[in-house]
Nanobody, 119 residues
Framework: QVQLVESGGGLVQAGGSLRLSCAASGNIRSINAMNWYRQAPGKQRELVAAITSGDTTNYLDSVKGRFTVSRDNAKNAVYLQMNSLKPEDSAIYYC?????????????WGQGTQVTVSS
């Protein structure tokens, strides 16, 4: 059994910052990619930032230069530092990771954390 738990969401004014955290727990043998997705009301879920086990990162164009993804392999955790936030960044943010548990690899999701940016 593997769980991903996010924290750090909240309400912030435009131009402000938030740091999201996601920790994986359970029977974890190895973690490959760790990602942050978001979904705004009426929109499809989109990949915001990704980080591989080798620390290669990739970002949605609209967040490049403002968001930074990082991971702590010792803690099975991934973080998303969000600066210069805009109202259009408001969404539920989900942590996602490809995790080996026992003998099997699987795609795991957190429950989501709400980020609201006021103008």
């Amino acid at each position: 059994q593997v769980q991903l738990v996010e924290s750090g969401g909240g309400l912030v004014q435009a131009g402000g910052s938030l740091r999201l955290s996601c920790a994986a727990s359970g029977n974890i043998r190895s973690i490959n990619a760790m990602n942050w997705y978001r979904q705004a009301p009426g929109k499809q879920r989109e990949l915001v930032a990704a980080i591989t086990s080798g620390d290669t990162t990739n970002y949605l164009d609209s967040v490049k230069g403002r968001f930074t993804v990082s991971r702590d392999n010792a803690k099975n955790a991934v973080y998303l530092q969000m600066n210069s936030l805009k109202p259009e960044d408001s969404a539920i943010y989900y942590c996602n990771a490809y995790i080996r548990s026992g003998l099997r690899w699987g795609d795991h999701w957190g429950q989501g954390t709400q980020v609201t940016v006021s103008s």
